[in-house]
């Protein structure tokens, strides 16, 4: 079986797609140099993040560093086939040149890994994840794209192979299934969300990300034009936020810090992603993971119900 990500902190590549909000080339390149200077060297990134200008982005700022020195992740299941232009991407904020075609088979596996090589300029990733099968059909997705990636990783092709979803019942039955190295667990496992709990014992390494659920943990008092799963946050999760913010602050600890340690005290998380729209961001988080958080903080949550047993 293959190897885990290096370090407690990588960088989620989504915000380089131009997620939410447009990014130059140059304010992109400022964000991995910034986490390059922190001595981040996991960078995870996907075809699907911005159709494409992601992983471009990503591989000309790795193409300046040695190999040997960084983990690289990408994800299969969605190839990007040309179109005519047809203004912006509906979630990313780039021309929509491309769309997205569902393909969990081993031709569309291997093709798509191929593909982000080239976008990439890199001979090799470390670690191909099978993205969102869930969001096609959970079943079928499984049965064909977990022998395609087990495949990669025996023939030598990859180091270590992985599903990354949102969905707990997808990552639950790739822990289950024993044929991946790594899952990438996306907010099942954070503040408001513990449903990961279910299949953690059953997982071999684990990344977590999705640590701010999208955006309503990432700052000291959750606003209600915050986001919550990539939506406008629903008044009783955004109610739960605050009192969590609250216990928070009572042991002189702000809700994002807490956030990003939070799944990190469960020893199978290996790693956290998280995203960055500028060098600021990635300065933050990094400086929060180097805090403190006192054990009584956990213990009272959990005595108030705001995090499960």
Not at 38 to 52: Q, S
Not at 139 to 152: I, K, M, Q
Not at 159 to 174: D, I, R, T, Y
Request: charged share 20%; with cysteine.
């Amino acid at each position: 079986m293959g190897s885990a990500p290096r370090g407690r902190f990588g960088l989620g590549a989504a915000s380089l797609g131009n997620l939410y909000a447009p990014i130059d080339d140059e304010q992109a390149h400022a964000v991995l140099e910034t986490a390059w200077e922190l001595g981040i060297r996991y960078f995870d990134t996907a075809p699907h993040y911005g159709l494409g200008l992601s992983e471009r982005r990503v591989g000309a700022f790795l193409a300046t560093k040695p190999r040997n020195e960084f983990v690289v992740s990408t994800k299969v299941g969605r190839l990007l086939v040309p179109q005519r232009g047809t203004g912006l991407d509906p979630e990313f904020q780039v021309p929509a040149d491309y769309r997205r075609v569902w393909d969990f088979s081993s031709d569309g596996v291997r093709r798509s890994l191929d593909e982000s090589l080239t976008r990439l300029g890199l001979d090799s990733v470390d670690i191909v994840y099978l993205h969102d099968p869930d969001e096609y059909d959970l079943g079928p997705a499984l049965a064909e794209g977990l022998p395609a990636v087990a495949a990669l990783r025996d023939a030598g092709v990859v180091s270590a192979v992985g599903l990354g979803s949102k969905s707990a019942a997808a990552l639950a039955a790739g822990a289950r299934s024993g044929m991946l190295d790594v899952l990438m667990v996306a907010g099942r496992y954070t503040l408001l969300d513990q449903s990961a709990l279910e299949f953690l014992p059953e997982a071999a390494d684990v990344v977590a990300a999705g640590v701010f659920n999208s955006g309503v943990l990432a700052t000291g008092e959750p606003s209600a034009s915050a986001r919550y799963e990539y939506a406008p946050v629903p008044p009783e999760v955004l109610g739960r936020a605050r009192e969590i913010a609250a216990v928070c602050a009572e042991f002189g600890v702000d809700l994002p810090t807490a956030a990003l340690h939070y799944p990190l005290r469960e020893p199978v998380v290996r790693t956290i992603v998280v995203g960055a729209a500028s060098p600021d961001e990635v300065r933050q988080n990094h400086a929060r993971l180097q805090s403190t958080v006192p054990g009584d903080l956990w213990a009272t949550l959990r005595d108030k119900g705001l995090i499960r047993r």
